[in-house]
């Protein structure tokens, strides 16, 4: 079996995203950001507006997935809606359950899935 170094896991890590997200290819700030949070570390990640940070907490999920692991469940805080919902349908065509709750989404239904299968929970202030 061959050592899992830094850069071995940042390439596989990145093979991983490209094969989930349709060939995205993360870049390192978000792979160094996902490798952090996935061995449990606190993780702070500053960048501009559309440089990609929120895959960089998708990324984890990812990881357990692989791992064989079950999928923590994370929370994620969008502004919009419309940054909710899109997020939660790319996250479901890689396989990931995701559900974005907002005024107009939230039901008792909505709660109950929640419960039962979702990996990551999507919310907006609208």
């Given at each position: 079996?061959?050592?899992?170094?830094?850069?071995?896991?940042?390439?596989?890590?990145?093979?991983?995203?490209?094969?989930?997200?349709?060939?995205?290819?993360?870049?390192?700030?978000?792979?160094?950001?996902?490798?952090?949070?996935?061995?449990?570390?606190?993780?702070?990640?500053?960048?501009?507006?559309?440089?990609g940070k929120t895959l960089?907490?998708?990324?984890?999920?990812?990881?357990?997935?692989?791992?064989?692991?079950?999928?923590?469940?994370?929370?994620?805080?969008?502004?919009?809606?419309?940054?909710?919902?899109?997020?939660?349908?790319?996250?479901?065509?890689?396989?990931?359950?995701?559900?974005?709750?907002?005024?107009?989404?939230?039901?008792?239904?909505?709660?109950?899935?929640?419960?039962?299968?979702?990996?990551?929970?999507?919310?907006?202030?609208?």
């Open positions: 079996m061959s050592e899992v170094t830094p850069t071995r896991r940042i390439d596989a890590t990145r093979a991983l995203v490209a094969k989930a997200f349709a060939g995205t290819r993360a870049c390192l700030f978000q792979l160094e950001a996902a490798i952090s949070v996935y061995t449990g570390h606190d993780t702070v990640l500053c960048a501009g507006t559309g440089s960089s907490f998708w990324i984890p999920l990812l990881m357990a997935l692989d791992d064989g692991l079950d999928a923590p469940i994370t929370i994620l805080v969008t502004p919009l809606n419309i940054l909710g919902q899109g997020s939660a349908k790319e996250l479901g065509l890689a396989g990931i359950a995701a559900v974005a709750i907002n005024s107009e989404t939230s039901s008792q239904q909505l709660w109950t899935c929640i419960h039962a299968a979702a990996s990551i929970i999507i919310a907006t202030k609208q």
